[in-house]
């Protein structure tokens, strides 16, 4: 396939790699996605997950904003409580065993929420993770875990959604390949 030139290639087709070349297509790179998998099997594990988004937020205000289509009813009938950073950091040393890169969870937890804001802005929505996080206690749902919210669709709508924002931003996709080196 020789003549193909880009000024970005990113190897995998999961939430992390859709997202980063979006992000650089965004910045005006010309971005080319490589998928090892067929069309119909892309997307990594994400395609398999519950599409749940540990995020950073100080209460029903926040998330409010990431899932606008959530009702008065609903709001009332939920408490969603908040996730700090203090929390966050905690669960990352917990779950890892404080062996992850500080650097990178620093990342990951101060740019959590405006990373799903961004991700909305995308096309991608999002909805709480009613069915697999929260409980029934005293009459409102009450999250456990860290988790409130999900993509819409869980990870099949996830992956399916941004196929669609890589695809309208022009983003080029070439299956059943692999990356053999980098250079």
């Known amino acids: 396939m020789s003549g193909m030139e880009y000024d970005i290639v990113v190897v995998g087709a999961g939430n992390a790699a859709m997202c980063a070349a ?4 965004e910045s005006g790179k010309s ?9 119909d099997e892309a ?11 540990r995020i950073v937020y100080n209460g029903e205000e926040d998330l409010r904003k990431l899932m606008p289509d959530l009702s008065d009813q609903e709001c009332a009938d939920t408490d969603f409580g908040t996730y700090t950073q203090d929390e966050f950091y905690d669960d990352m040393a917990r779950i890892t065993q404080y062996r992850a890169d500080p650097d990178m969870v620093e990342i ?3 740019k959590s929420y405006e990373t ?20 029934k206690i005293d009459g409102k749902f009450k999250f456990w875990g860290g988790l409130t ?17 890589l695809k309208e931003n022009g983003v080029d996709f070439l299956y059943g ?4 080196s980098l250079i």
């Open 22 to 25: 979006l992000a650089a297509r």
């Open 43 to 53: 997307n990594g594990n994400s395609r398999f997950t519950a599409g749940a988004m």
């Open 31 to 39: 971005v080319l996605v490589l998928e090892r998998a067929n069309q």
């Open 116 to 135: 799903v804001s961004w991700m909305r802005t995308k096309g991608i929505r999002f909805a709480p993770i009613w069915g697999r996080q929260a409980f």
């Open 149 to 165: 919210v999900e993509a819409v669709g869980g990870g099949p709508g996830l992956t399916d959604a941004l196929m669609k924002a």
């Open 177 to 180: 390949a692999r990356a053999l």
């Open 108 to 110: 990951l937890v101060t």
